[in-house]
């Protein structure tokens, strides 16, 4: 049981930190960094916030690499604050994959395979339709952290929402 948290801790700290989108800065000089330390910027809190810290901690842990995570519950406007200051992070989970395309348009994030996580070793790893959700331009800049579905009703469900008939 203890192999398998530990699978699991570290496949989600890949799977998050090939989330991340490793941003640039679009005008400014960007800050220097450590390269004992990456910064992850996201809109996280509470119980997400929590669990992301423990996997952070088994990352650092087996890397050697601190992980300083900042919370932003105005996750856009702090990431464009940032970029426009010259002080992005090194790794952003974004609130929504629509927003991997403007990033990408303005030429603030940096593809994974720069990174090292060769399209090959991605394709891999993650079916098509994770991949599209972190691409733009033909260039894969992340992939989902994780998702959810707040509001799909069952069948059960639709059959005790639908109308009576008019007759009845």
């Known amino acids: ?8 801790a570290s ?16 005008s400014a000089k960007p800050t220097k960094r450590s390269a004992n330390s990456i910064e992850v910027l996201s809109l996280w809190g509470g119980s997400e916030k929590d669990a992301f810290l423990k996997v952070t901690a088994a990352f650092t842990k087996d890397t050697g690499i601190k ?3 900042t919370s932003a519950r105005d996750f856009i406007p702090e990431v464009r604050t940032r970029l426009a200051a010259g002080n992005p992070p090194d790794v952003g ?3 929504r994959p629509g927003y991997i395309g403007t990033l990408a348009k303005q030429g603030a994030l940096k593809p994974l395979s720069s990174l090292g996580l060769s ?8 079916s098509a339709g ?23 009703p069952g069948r ?3 059959r005790s929402i639908r109308p009576s008939s008019p007759g009845s």
Do not use: F, Q
Not at 11 to 26: F, K, P, Q, R, S
Not at 132 to 152: F, Q, R, W
């Open 119 to 126: 399209n090959s070793y991605m394709s891999g790893n993650y």
């Open 1 to 8: 049981m203890k192999r398998r948290k530990s699978l699991i």
């Open 67 to 69: 992980v300083e995570y």
């Open 93 to 95: 989970i974004l609130p």
């Open 11 to 26: 496949a989600v700290a890949l799977a998050v930190l090939a989330a991340g989108l490793t941003a640039t800065a679009i």
């Open 130 to 152: 994770w991949l599209k959700l972190g691409s733009s331009g033909g260039k894969l800049y992340g992939v989902p952290a994780k998702a959810n579905s707040k509001s799909t």
């Open 156 to 158: 059960r469900g639709l």
